[in-house]
Protein backbone atom coordinates (compact mmCIF):
# COMPACT_ATOMS: atom_id res chain seq x y z
CA UNK A 1 0.00 0.00 0.00
CA UNK A 2 1.02 3.45 -0.29
CA UNK A 3 -1.50 5.00 0.93
CA UNK A 4 -3.94 3.94 4.19
CA UNK A 5 -5.90 5.52 6.63
CA UNK A 6 -6.76 3.96 9.55
CA UNK A 7 -9.69 4.90 12.41
CA UNK A 8 -8.32 2.95 15.52
CA UNK A 9 -10.88 3.05 18.66
CA UNK A 10 -11.95 6.08 17.33
CA UNK A 11 -15.49 5.27 17.06
CA UNK A 12 -17.60 2.86 19.37
CA UNK A 13 -19.29 1.07 16.60
CA UNK A 14 -16.39 0.54 14.99
CA UNK A 15 -12.92 -0.26 16.39
CA UNK A 16 -11.40 -0.88 13.18
CA UNK A 17 -11.63 0.96 9.82
CA UNK A 18 -9.01 1.09 7.12
CA UNK A 19 -8.93 2.82 3.87
CA UNK A 20 -5.97 2.43 1.75
CA UNK A 21 -4.74 2.77 -1.60
CA UNK A 22 -1.97 0.09 -3.09
CA UNK A 23 0.22 1.90 -5.58
CA UNK A 24 2.36 -0.20 -7.56
CA UNK A 25 4.43 -0.96 -10.56
CA UNK A 26 1.32 -2.38 -13.58
CA UNK A 27 3.83 -5.15 -14.79
CA UNK A 28 3.73 -6.33 -11.34
CA UNK A 29 1.33 -9.90 -11.28
CA UNK A 30 -0.74 -9.61 -9.01
CA UNK A 31 -3.78 -11.29 -7.44
CA UNK A 32 -6.77 -9.43 -6.33
CA UNK A 33 -8.30 -10.06 -2.50
CA UNK A 34 -9.99 -13.49 -2.19
CA UNK A 35 -9.34 -16.36 0.69
CA UNK A 36 -6.03 -17.66 -0.31
CA UNK A 37 -6.64 -21.30 -1.09
CA UNK A 38 -3.23 -22.51 0.53
CA UNK A 39 -4.66 -20.52 4.19
CA UNK A 40 -8.24 -20.57 3.98
CA UNK A 41 -8.34 -18.11 7.06
CA UNK A 42 -6.33 -14.99 5.25
CA UNK A 43 -8.57 -12.64 2.90
CA UNK A 44 -6.26 -10.49 1.04
CA UNK A 45 -4.52 -9.48 -2.22
CA UNK A 46 -1.57 -11.49 -3.39
CA UNK A 47 1.65 -10.47 -4.85
CA UNK A 48 2.41 -13.10 -7.56
CA UNK A 49 5.99 -12.20 -8.25
CA UNK A 50 7.21 -12.76 -4.82
CA UNK A 51 4.22 -14.32 -3.40
CA UNK A 52 3.42 -11.93 -0.21
CA UNK A 53 0.42 -9.14 0.31
CA UNK A 54 0.35 -5.55 0.87
CA UNK A 55 -2.56 -5.99 3.15
CA UNK A 56 -4.92 -8.38 4.52
CA UNK A 57 -7.01 -9.36 7.49
CA UNK A 58 -7.76 -12.78 9.22
CA UNK A 59 -10.82 -14.67 10.37
CA UNK A 60 -8.66 -14.98 14.10
CA UNK A 61 -8.99 -11.04 13.80
CA UNK A 62 -4.68 -10.48 13.15
CA UNK A 63 -4.95 -7.40 10.19
CA UNK A 64 -1.54 -5.90 8.62
CA UNK A 65 -0.62 -3.28 5.87
CA UNK A 66 2.58 -2.54 5.01
CA UNK A 67 4.19 1.23 2.62
CA UNK A 68 6.78 1.45 0.93
CA UNK A 69 9.53 4.54 2.62
CA UNK A 70 10.39 6.77 -0.34
CA UNK A 71 14.06 6.97 -0.31
CA UNK A 72 15.68 5.85 -4.27
CA UNK A 73 18.80 6.20 -2.87
CA UNK A 74 18.85 3.25 -0.66
CA UNK A 75 16.98 1.22 -2.97
CA UNK A 76 18.46 -2.33 -3.45
CA UNK A 77 17.41 -4.89 -5.94
CA UNK A 78 18.35 -7.92 -3.93
CA UNK A 79 16.32 -6.80 -0.75
CA UNK A 80 13.56 -9.26 0.40
CA UNK A 81 10.02 -8.66 -0.41
CA UNK A 82 8.39 -6.09 1.48
CA UNK A 83 4.83 -8.29 1.65
CA UNK A 84 6.23 -10.89 3.20
CA UNK A 85 6.51 -8.85 6.71
CA UNK A 86 2.87 -8.69 5.90
CA UNK A 87 1.73 -12.19 5.20
CA UNK A 88 3.80 -14.17 7.83
CA UNK A 89 2.15 -11.85 10.97
CA UNK A 90 -1.12 -12.78 9.35
CA UNK A 91 -0.41 -16.26 9.30
CA UNK A 92 1.68 -16.62 12.26
CA UNK A 93 0.32 -16.39 16.03
CA UNK A 94 2.78 -13.75 17.94
CA UNK A 95 1.20 -10.97 19.31
CA UNK A 96 1.88 -7.36 17.31
CA UNK A 97 4.58 -6.57 19.52
CA UNK A 98 6.65 -9.82 19.81
CA UNK A 99 6.33 -10.06 16.30
CA UNK A 100 7.48 -6.35 15.89
CA UNK A 101 10.02 -7.25 18.47
CA UNK A 102 11.75 -9.60 16.51
CA UNK A 103 11.41 -7.89 13.12
CA UNK A 104 13.61 -5.20 14.17
CA UNK A 105 16.54 -7.21 14.37
CA UNK A 106 16.19 -8.35 10.24
CA UNK A 107 14.64 -5.13 9.30
CA UNK A 108 18.16 -4.26 7.33
CA UNK A 109 17.10 -7.29 5.15
CA UNK A 110 14.06 -4.64 3.22
CA UNK A 111 14.19 -2.16 0.96
CA UNK A 112 12.43 0.91 4.04
CA UNK A 113 9.19 0.52 5.03
CA UNK A 114 6.18 0.95 7.36
CA UNK A 115 4.02 -1.77 8.99
CA UNK A 116 1.28 -1.66 10.99
CA UNK A 117 0.21 -4.58 12.73
CA UNK A 118 -2.98 -5.53 15.28
CA UNK A 119 -5.01 -8.33 16.65
CA UNK A 120 -8.02 -6.92 17.93
CA UNK A 121 -6.95 -5.89 20.98
CA UNK A 122 -3.63 -3.90 20.06
CA UNK A 123 -2.44 -1.81 16.75
CA UNK A 124 1.09 -1.05 16.63
CA UNK A 125 3.58 0.60 13.72
CA UNK A 126 7.05 -0.31 12.87
CA UNK A 127 8.99 1.96 10.65
CA UNK A 128 12.45 0.65 9.63
CA UNK A 129 13.81 4.13 9.25
CA UNK A 130 12.63 4.50 12.82
CA UNK A 131 13.99 1.21 13.85
CA UNK A 132 11.65 1.35 16.66
CA UNK A 133 8.28 -0.28 17.87
CA UNK A 134 5.37 1.63 19.26
CA UNK A 135 1.61 1.72 19.53
CA UNK A 136 -0.86 3.64 17.40
CA UNK A 137 -2.80 5.52 19.68
CA UNK A 138 -6.69 5.58 19.71
CA UNK A 139 -7.73 8.09 16.89
CA UNK A 140 -7.64 9.01 13.41
CA UNK A 141 -3.85 8.70 11.62
CA UNK A 142 -2.87 8.17 8.28
CA UNK A 143 0.47 6.98 6.30
CA UNK A 144 2.18 7.35 3.09
CA UNK A 145 5.60 6.55 2.20
CA UNK A 146 7.15 8.44 4.77
CA UNK A 147 6.68 7.94 8.76
CA UNK A 148 2.85 7.78 10.46
CA UNK A 149 1.07 10.55 10.02
CA UNK A 150 3.67 12.86 8.16
CA UNK A 151 1.99 15.84 6.82
CA UNK A 152 1.88 15.15 3.65
CA UNK A 153 -0.69 16.51 1.24
CA UNK A 154 -2.33 13.05 0.50
CA UNK A 155 -1.90 12.41 4.60
CA UNK A 156 -3.61 15.06 5.78
CA UNK A 157 -6.64 14.67 3.46
CA UNK A 158 -6.96 11.10 4.21
CA UNK A 159 -7.02 11.26 8.01
CA UNK A 160 -9.57 14.53 7.39
CA UNK A 161 -11.57 12.45 5.31
CA UNK A 162 -11.81 9.48 7.57
CA UNK A 163 -12.16 11.86 11.04
CA UNK A 164 -15.00 13.04 8.92
CA UNK A 165 -16.81 9.79 7.38
CA UNK A 166 -15.76 7.10 9.64
CA UNK A 167 -19.15 5.87 10.49
CA UNK A 168 -21.18 7.16 7.74
CA UNK A 169 -20.03 4.06 5.31
CA UNK A 170 -17.79 3.30 2.89
CA UNK A 171 -18.78 5.82 -0.08
CA UNK A 172 -16.82 8.34 1.29
CA UNK A 173 -14.33 6.87 1.92
CA UNK A 174 -13.75 5.21 -1.51
CA UNK A 175 -14.39 9.01 -2.95
CA UNK A 176 -11.58 9.93 -0.83
CA UNK A 177 -9.34 7.20 -2.11
CA UNK A 178 -10.75 8.26 -5.83
CA UNK A 179 -8.78 11.87 -5.59
CA UNK A 180 -6.57 12.83 -7.88
CA UNK A 181 -6.15 16.19 -7.34
CA UNK A 182 -2.24 17.19 -7.48
CA UNK A 183 -1.08 18.73 -4.59
CA UNK A 184 0.35 22.25 -5.08
CA UNK A 185 4.12 22.77 -5.63
CA UNK A 186 4.94 24.22 -2.03
CA UNK A 187 3.33 21.73 -0.33
CA UNK A 188 5.63 18.74 -2.21
CA UNK A 189 7.77 16.79 0.08
CA UNK A 190 11.49 16.31 -1.43
CA UNK A 191 12.08 12.61 -1.41
CA UNK A 192 15.20 12.81 -3.85
CA UNK A 193 12.85 11.60 -6.76
CA UNK A 194 12.27 15.11 -8.38
CA UNK A 195 10.13 18.03 -9.09
CA UNK A 196 8.29 16.18 -11.78
CA UNK A 197 7.78 12.59 -9.86
CA UNK A 198 6.88 14.67 -6.44
CA UNK A 199 3.53 16.52 -7.91
CA UNK A 200 2.91 13.13 -10.30
CA UNK A 201 2.73 10.61 -6.97
CA UNK A 202 1.62 13.41 -4.90
CA UNK A 203 -2.19 13.05 -5.10
CA UNK A 204 -4.16 10.59 -3.50
CA UNK A 205 -5.40 8.27 -6.41
CA UNK A 206 -1.99 8.07 -8.63
CA UNK A 207 -2.46 7.46 -12.70
CA UNK A 208 -0.12 6.42 -15.00
CA UNK A 209 0.56 3.57 -17.76
CA UNK A 210 3.54 2.04 -15.98
CA UNK A 211 2.68 2.87 -12.55
CA UNK A 212 -0.29 4.06 -10.21
CA UNK A 213 -2.97 3.59 -8.06
CA UNK A 214 -3.91 -0.36 -8.78
CA UNK A 215 -6.18 -1.24 -6.00
CA UNK A 216 -8.56 0.42 -3.57
CA UNK A 217 -9.93 -1.01 -0.30
CA UNK A 218 -11.87 -0.67 2.92
CA UNK A 219 -11.75 -2.97 5.81
CA UNK A 220 -14.37 -2.00 8.28
CA UNK A 221 -14.75 -3.70 11.82
CA UNK A 222 -17.49 -3.29 13.97
CA UNK A 223 -18.15 -3.51 17.52
CA UNK A 224 -19.39 -7.04 17.63
CA UNK A 225 -16.86 -8.52 15.33
CA UNK A 226 -18.90 -8.20 11.91
CA UNK A 227 -16.11 -7.28 9.23
CA UNK A 228 -16.44 -6.18 5.72
CA UNK A 229 -13.20 -6.30 3.55
CA UNK A 230 -14.21 -4.50 -0.28
CA UNK A 231 -11.59 -4.16 -2.71
CA UNK A 232 -11.88 -2.13 -5.96
CA UNK A 233 -9.34 -2.87 -9.00
CA UNK A 234 -8.49 0.15 -11.08
CA UNK A 235 -6.91 0.53 -14.01
CA UNK A 236 -4.15 3.28 -15.67
CA UNK A 237 -6.97 6.02 -15.94
CA UNK A 238 -8.01 5.44 -12.38
CA UNK A 239 -11.45 3.33 -13.21
CA UNK A 240 -12.66 0.72 -11.32
CA UNK A 241 -12.39 -2.45 -13.31
CA UNK A 242 -13.69 -5.34 -10.88
CA UNK A 243 -14.71 -5.21 -7.17
CA UNK A 244 -14.45 -8.21 -4.50
CA UNK A 245 -16.31 -7.63 -1.70
CA UNK A 246 -16.69 -9.82 1.73
CA UNK A 247 -18.54 -10.15 5.05
CA UNK A 248 -17.93 -12.17 8.04
CA UNK A 249 -17.50 -12.88 11.90
CA UNK A 250 -14.40 -12.92 13.32
CA UNK A 251 -13.75 -16.19 15.65
CA UNK A 252 -11.56 -15.94 18.42
Given at each position: ?5 I ?7 FP ?8 E???RP?A???W??DHPQ????RD????G???G?T??G?FA?V ?6 S?R?S??L???A????FLL ?6 A??A?L ?5 Q?N?F ?6 GR?L???G???G?V????PG ?6 H????P??K???A??AMR?G????D?P????L??AT????HALP ?13 PI?I????YG??A?T????A????V ?6 R ?8 T??F??D???
Amino acid sequence: MCLIAIAWQAHPGFPLVVAANRDEWRDRPAAPARWWDDHPQLLAGRDLQAGGTWMGVTRGGRFAAVTNFRDPSERRSTALSRGALVAQFLLGSEAPAAYLAGLASRAAQYNGFNLLVGDGRALLYFGSREGGVRPVEPGVHALSNHLLDEPWPKVTKAREAMRAGVADGDAPLFDMLSDATPAPDHALPDTGVGLERERWLSPILIKGDTYGTRASTILRVASDGRVRFEERTRDATGAVTATAAFEFDFTR
